[in-house]
């Protein structure tokens, strides 16, 4: 028989990002695209050890057990041993799941296979997989519409004014931003440097606005206090008073908000 191993890793890995996709539903988690895919490639090289005689050693139980583990571990990232342990078991329970309704479909279709028969090809693995990468790619569509629009929620159009030039950018609402500038007590909205690396600041009070993060890493944002600054919400626009602070990095992976504002702006 001949068997192309490029096609078994192929669908290996489609399995194993099914098995894992589902395994991350029930548990209530996500990853990262990324994090998915290096997982599931991991556990596809695995079927090499079952074709190749000198490496079958590394196909027994506690190989597997720990294959199965590293899957886990890197998809879900978390560093709590039992945590892992649970998930691995629910991936074994959908991996037997699956294998049965595979050998099923396989002794359907060839019933006088004997019990020590390898089964690699059967006509319905192919339905199989393709209802995998559909299944698989809905969901990852499903998800990222139902995130866009949770942060669509909270991301709004801001109009800074200074010295008659006008910025507009998007902020999103950090609820857990409270940061306010000692003197004046005002909200600190952070907005990116690059914004404002092109407009004339002179004249304009500077402050230094003290901030700490729950990681223990604090310091200071240097901000103005802008002419006016209007704020746009499920469509009516007011203008408030605060202090703009500026920040060197992005605030945003995929450049969906330029700025930060503070719940007490609200």
Known sequence: MV???DVLLFQNFIVNI??????LQTIKRKASVMRLITSAFIGSLYVIPMLVPRYQYLSGIPFQVLIAVLMIFIAVKEKNILFVAKSTIIFYFYSFLLAGLAFYSALSENPHLTPNTRIIHFSSKNIYIGI???YTVIQRL????????????FVYNI????????????VFLDTGNELREPATNLPVIIIEKEY???INLEG?????????????????????KPDSIKITMNDITKEEKAIV????KKLSKYNDYNGLLPRGIL
């Open 18 to 23: 099914f098995l894992i996709t589902i395994t």
């Open 196 to 198: 404002f690396d092109k």
């Open 3 to 5: 068997i192309y191993l």
């Open 142 to 153: 499903v998800t990222y519409v139902k995130d866009r629009k949770k942060l669509d929620q």
């Open 245 to 248: 602070a500026f920040c060197d």
């Open 204 to 224: 304009y009070s500077i402050y230094h606005i003290p901030y700490s993060v729950v990681n223990g890493q604090h310091g200071k944002l240097i901000g103005i």
């Open 132 to 134: 995998m990468i559909i």
């Open 159 to 170: 109009e800074i004014c200074t010295k008659e030039v006008k910025t507009s950018l998007k």
